[in-house]
T-cell receptor, first 115, second 111 residues
Framework: ETGVTQSPTHLIKTRGQQVTLRCSSQSGHNTVSWYQQALGQGPQFIFQ???????GRGNFPPRFSGLQFPNYSSELNVNALELDDSALYLC??????????????FGSGTQLSVL | KQEVTQIPAALSVPEGENLVLNCSFT??????LQWFRQDPGKGLTSLLL?????REQTSGRLNASLDKSSGRSTLYIAASQPGDSATYLC??????????FGTGTRLQVFP
């Protein structure tokens, strides 16, 4: 157990709908990153939040947005869902104090299916 | 553009064998390289992190090496066990915010 929890574990939506995924970071961690993992692929970086501000973004359209709250938990919102959004969405937490040589702690993910 | 490749894509070995998983990356400007384990439909578990200034890291039966100049890393698993069956992912940290992952090696260890 990493201490990073994600909800829900599974979700089924239809094309065009909106979805919100949630992540609680490990105690003491102030940085949350979100990744999308399509079937058979490695995770792809969506964005990172540090102290409630977006701190980096991957190659994802603006309909992917996020929030980080004062308790460092985070949400990933996806609008206008497309079939290709079907994937495992992973949240990872860390502390910036370790700089670039710290491990990320991943949650178990949310499996999103878009029909 | 940084790209990470893992070979082989899949591997099936009998219990007890020593094995090597390979990872290559195209740009040597990285802060670190990490190896993760992923069980089916689950999240990632960090196995080893090698800083750019290091050559290798060891944890139990696992040993990871890094040759930054040639853009290569290997994960060595000694005396494999059925419980080692999982997908192993390699990732590099090219800047301070994101990891770039390979597509993984799917390992099956049979009794």
């Amino acid at each position: 157990e990493t201490g990073v929890t994600q909800s829900p574990t599974h979700l089924i939506k239809t094309r065009g709908q909106q979805v919100t995924l949630r992540c609680s970071s490990q105690s003491g961690h102030n940085t949350v990153s979100w990744y999308q993992q399509a079937l058979g692929q490695g995770p792809q970086f969506i964005f990172q939040y540090y102290r409630e501000e977006e701190n980096g973004r991957g190659n994802f359209p603006p309909r992917f947005s996020g929030l980080q709250f004062p308790n460092y938990s985070s949400e990933l919102n996806v609008n206008a869902l497309e079939l290709d959004d079907s994937a495992l969405y992973l949240c990872a937490s860390s502390t910036r104090q370790g700089g670039t040589n710290e491990k990320l702690f991943f949650g178990s993910g949310t499996q999103l299916s878009v029909l | 553009k940084q790209e990470v490749t893992q070979i082989p894509a899949a591997l099936s070995v009998p219990e007890g064998e020593n094995l090597v998983l390979n990872c290559s990356f195209t740009d040597s400007a990285i802060y670190n390289l990490q190896w993760f384990r992923q069980d089916p439909g689950k999240g990632l578990t960090s196995l080893l992190l090698i800083q750019s200034s290091q050559r290798e890291q060891t944890s139990g039966r696992l040993n990871a090496s890094l040759d930054k100049s040639s853009g290569r890393s290997t994960l060595y698993i000694a005396a494999s066990q059925p419980g080692d069956s999982a997908t192993y992912l390699c990732a590099v940290l090219p800047n301070t915010d994101k990891l770039i992952f390979g597509t993984g090696t799917r390992l099956q260890v049979f009794p």
